[in-house]
């Protein structure tokens, strides 16, 4: 285990598939790579839900190099299947263009069949990370809801890759999983419709 690392002294809060509450809003985020070569940053997908207890639960952390229009497939499949309310994608890195690489993906899996055809699209979110500040400050906000007891991980062969992401965020790359799970976590915890415990 690394030491040292914003993260560190976190015991994370587990729970078992089973015991998740009722889940008011579902969200799949994207923290994504431009490019698909062994130079490139990895690409980071978390899905969480919003239970009516309050509490964020982390249903599934994803992350490894890939292209982009894969990464997207991957964000849809998991919302599709937890029935999201969106994805999102931090769009720092290609700007404007992930709209529209989410539609042609989106398209693509209608296209093959994955999708069916009156299926209406997930909606689109995005978010900049210069309009937060630097990831030190993001990942000191969503720290202080770990310390609070408002986080929990299920236990679903994820939780693992999601923790190994956090122990060692701003010591050793990949930061990209940490940073879609600040995004996630944001989007419920702090978006439209969200509250969050006193």
Avoid at 38 to 65: C, F, M, N, P
Avoid at 147 to 161: F, K, S
Wanted: glycine share 10%; hydrophobic share 30%; proline share 5%.
């Amino acid at each position: 285990i690394l030491e040292g690392g914003i993260f560190g002294h976190v015991t994370f809060k587990h729970c078992d598939p089973y015991e998740v509450p009722t889940l008011e809003d579902t969200q799949v985020w994207v923290d994504p790579a431009v490019t698909d070569t062994t130079k490139s940053d990895a690409h980071g997908i978390q899905a969480d839900g919003r239970g009516v207890d309050g509490k964020l639960y982390r249903l599934y952390s994803w992350e490894a190099r890939t292209s982009p229009e894969d990464s997207l497939r991957r964000a849809i499949l998991k919302a599709r299947e937890l029935k999201a309310s969106c994805v999102g994608v931090e769009t720092d890195q290609g700007g404007d263009t992930w709209y529209s690489t989410y539609e042609l993906t989106w398209r693509k899996m209608v296209d093959d069949g994955t999708i069916p055809d009156d299926e209406p699209m997930i909606p689109f979110r995005e978010e900049k990370a210069g309009s937060i500040g630097p990831k030190s400050h993001r990942a000191t906000q969503m720290l202080s809801s770990y310390e609070r007891g408002e986080i929990i991980h299920v236990l679903n062969g994820t939780n693992d890759t999601l923790e190994r992401g956090l122990r060692r965020y701003l010591l050793r790359k990949p930061y990209d999983l940490t940073d879609a799970a600040y995004w996630s976590w944001h989007g419920l915890m702090h978006g439209p419709g969200a509250w969050v415990l006193n």
